[in-house]
């Protein structure tokens, strides 16, 4: 079961610069999640839906990434600041 990583950033009134902090949480193939902001696809140029399933976590150049399927939309890789998976949103 892969385990990704991410980072959310914080905004505290107090404090001028965002805060982050890196959370793991173990995802496996079908989990559903939904993005953190709307992203338009790099093969057709559509803008994907907001919830999609998890395929596969891949490494590449030292960076984490996450196929995503949308359904008709296609499949799309993103970045893991980029989701959301439905378990960490409790």
């Known amino acids: 079961m892969p385990i990704v990583k991410y980072r959310r950033r914080h905004r505290n009134a107090n404090k001028p610069a965002p805060m982050t902090f890196d959370k793991e949480v173990k995802m496996k193939s079908g989990d559903s999640l939904k993005t953190t902001k709307p992203i338009r696809s790099q093969k057709?140029?559509?803008?994907?839906?907001?919830?999609?399933?998890?395929?596969?976590?891949?490494?590449?150049?030292?960076?984490?990434?996450?196929?995503?399927?949308?359904?008709?939309?296609?499949?799309?890789?993103?970045?893991?600041?980029?989701?959301?998976?439905?378990?960490?949103?409790?």
Do not use: C, H, K
């Open 44 to 90: 057709t140029g559509v803008m994907l839906p907001r919830e999609g399933t998890f395929v596969r976590a891949v490494e590449n150049m030292g960076r984490q990434l996450i196929l995503v399927n949308f359904g008709t939309a296609g499949e799309e890789y993103l970045f893991p600041d980029e989701i959301l998976a439905d378990q960490a949103l409790s």
